[in-house]
């Protein structure tokens, strides 16, 4: 089982990047998918979260109106439009599938215990916005 991230690199701010979660083992379907975002010496933060019910999102503050959560499903693929892209979106962005059934807004705001408990984690991409 493998979950794989993609898409990050250097960009200038206002520019846009798509990242994107594919899985192999597993069907991304049965999982709520979330991108988390780590600085050096933080915890990661949720930045948006897709359930796999009913397709419903959540952003953080700062992602809305920026950032689009989506999934492929023939491809088992989650993407990360992200757009208008400021300093401050630096970061890791790992992808997380979960099965617990938290809400997309409760899988956001995980604590670090419970990001403990995700069933897979991707390795992460780097995103540097920089001028």
């Known amino acids: 089982v493998q979950l794989v991230e993609s898409g990050g690199g250097l960009v200038q701010p206002g520019g846009s990047l798509r990242l994107s979660c594919t899985a192999s083992?597993?069907?991304?379907?049965?999982?709520?998918i979330g991108w988390f975002r780590q600085d050096p010496g933080k915890e990661r933060e949720g930045v948006s979260c897709i359930s796999s019910s009913d397709g419903s999102t959540y952003y953080a503050d700062s992602a809305k109106g920026r950032f689009t959560l989506s999934r492929d499903t023939a491809k088992n693929t989650v993407y990360l439009q992200m757009n208008s892209l400021k300093p401050e979106d630096t970061g890791v962005y790992y992808c997380a599938a979960d099965s617990r059934g938290y809400t997309v807004q409760a899988m956001c705001a995980m604590t670090p215990y419970q990001l403990g408990g995700v069933d897979y984690w991707g390795r992460g991409t780097l995103v540097t916005v920089s001028s």
């Open positions: 083992g597993l069907d991304l379907d049965y999982y709520a």
